[in-house]
């Protein structure tokens, strides 16, 4: 059985991420020889000295002009073992709006470091991100290993520096490969010149890191996304409440409580087209059907009686701003999307705009803006079924969009209520 | 019990989320339907989806005229199973009613075409969300486009400007005259596509596997002789056992060489390729770096 895995990559072109993710690419089998062609026929028109790798995902008109990577672009490999999706967001232009979409689905997040220079700013900016959006698995390649003469005592030290600083973030599994991306070595297979590294190769590393625990199969959440009425003479009675599985197990028979009514009831049919199931988890996508009729539309959510998420109003959040247009302040009125909910959302208080660099937490500011993260509470028209982002991915995330635009310009992680 | 999805049952599940999630929140959606494989699988999705209910949407093929008659046969039957309403839109009308010009030399296509034709059959249909089997693998401009992708109301996409896309939480909001194209294949590859159609056992047109057919040879690439691709005159048309690996209008759709004539020897050939499906078989992309996001940004599918 293959697994699926997302992660997400940081770094700059600097630090050599595109020449890793080619090689990623390349040792897998996924890139072709017409793409490789392509890239080699362009670096030789444009005079560079080596194949240049960044070609490969740098896909739009203006980022081969300007040599510059725009935005998130997926890339894809696979394993006999598992499937990767790569989320690789770029290190310069709209950093942190980049760097946290790539991060928000992510299993795991690879940070990179040129060896000969170490921990930087942007490094520790990277980490911080990465663990504020709750990416489980951290990994640190410490890259261009060839050019520092594969010095342990270098690996060590970056090593403990970056444990020393990610001490302080919540970070939940964190791993050290030093390698070569430009040589291969500890990319695919272990390398020889590298003989003090008893770790795993960097490949087999995101094929064998557990992340079957990643989610929480402890609290049951089902946001109702849509209903499913046939209103055919084979299914004259049929109410089934579609949705992707949020978090916990519902099996057949389960007592469950659909909120806003409160009401309980239990499940009488978990139907897919395949045939009926005995037990859904996340992130599966299935129909749940109710012995008793009871009010349930899109934006209810079912859950356990003895376990239910947090209702509320009002709302402590951490938000990335996102707007190129204007800053986020006190006073201001968004459309809030949180699982299937849809409502309005004012803003009461921005209470600190926190230091991406340094955790540093500036009080007073009164205003986010662009790519800037701060404390912000929220009041919305109606109660948002909810859980805290670092309990549930899903039920403690939502996004704002501006009614006069309609584009999408913060993402929240929940804190709680005030 | 591990609680786990095989990568397949992952992105179905992350596809059928999308299309529910659209039915939601969308007045008028149409999905884009034309017997390619992708398109086939997209239905397949859609139809487990809305189990036991029908399709809560209407199915749009954007016709250009040259088709493969196989091809065409599939679709039909496929609506009819379904029970489906089905929309053709036609290049030909467009052509006729000179909404656009057709560009008569030779080796010209209808590809470039169907942009006009589709985006006025979205204007006439006022549909406001549209369904594209549309993977990211396929071509570097595409592996930058988002799962919701924003449409103003000349059909024009906007890569610089694309709306972040965070969690599974979409943004589908738009003003009347706009619209969004929805890609809920965007995570998935060539071979998923094909280890997804083993699984679930999805007949598919016999084009898609190997068989003997009359083609010539024209700029590296395969050329099946057909009522609007003939032979140009000199060229040495030969029997060849060929497959699609894409299946579009009839004038710039390349065939490959192959002996893959069931599903399973169709997998084994897929990972084994060397050569991407739109390098191997569109004669459109072909023209410059910049093919595709260029006829993206006109609004094309």
Known sequence: MTELLRFATAGSVDDGKSTLIGRLLFDSKQIFEDQWDSVERVSRERGEGYTNLALLTDGLRAEREQGITIDVAYRYFATPRRKFIIADTPGHVQYTRNMVTGASTADLALILVDARHGIQEQSRRHAILT????????VLCVNKMDLVDYSQDVFESIKSEFQNFAAKLEVGD????????????????????????????LLHLLEDVHIASDRNLIDSRFPVQYVIRPMSDDYHDYRGFAGTVAGGIFKVGDEVVVLPSGLTTKISSIDSMDGPVDEAFPPMSVTIRL??????????????????????QDIE????????????GAGDRFTIKHTTQTARAIVKDVSYQLDVNSLHRNEGVGKLNLNELGRVTLRTTKPLFYDEYRRNRSTGSFILIDEGTNATVGAGMILGSP | MSYTLTHLRAIEAEAIHIMREVAAEFERPCLLFSGGKDSIVMLHVAAKAFYPAKLPFTLMHVDTGHNFQEVLDYRDRRVAELDARLVVASVQASIDSGRVVEDKRP??????????????????????????????????????????????????????NQRPELWSLYNGRHKAGEHIRIFPLSNWTELDIWQYIKDEEIPLPAIYFAHTRPVFRQH???MAVHE???????????????????????????AVESDADTVDKVIVEVAATRITERGATRVDDKFSEAAMEDRKREGYF
């Open chain 1, 174 to 201: 964190l791993s050290f490969v030093p390698i070569s991306a430009l040589n291969g070595d500890n990319v695919v297979t272990r390398s020889e010149n590298m003989p003090w590294y008893e770790g795993s190769s």
């Open chain 2, 107 to 160: 080796g010209a296509t209808r590809n470039r075409l169907q942009t006009t034709t589709l985006l006025d059959a979205i204007e006439e249909h006022r549909f406001d969300a549209v369904f594209g089997g549309a993977r990211r693998d396929e071509e570097k401009a595409r592996a930058k486009e988002r799962v919701y992708s924003f449409r103003d109301e000349f059909g024009q996409w906007d890569p610089k």
């Open chain 2, 220 to 222: 590296g690439l395969i």
């Open chain 1, 317 to 328: 959040a951490m938000i990335c701003w996102m707007s190129e247009v204007k800053p986020l």
């Open chain 1, 131 to 138: 663990t504020m959006l709750r990416v489980p698995h951290v």
């Open chain 1, 291 to 312: 012995e008793d009729e009871i009010d349930t539309s899109r934006g209810s959510m079912i859950c356990r009686p003895k376990n239910q998420p947090q209702v509320g």
């Open chain 2, 228 to 254: 609007v691709c003939p032979a140009p005159p000199g060229a040495e048309v030969f029997d060849m056992k060929v497959r699609y690996r894409t299946v579009g209008d009839a004038s710039c759709t390349a």
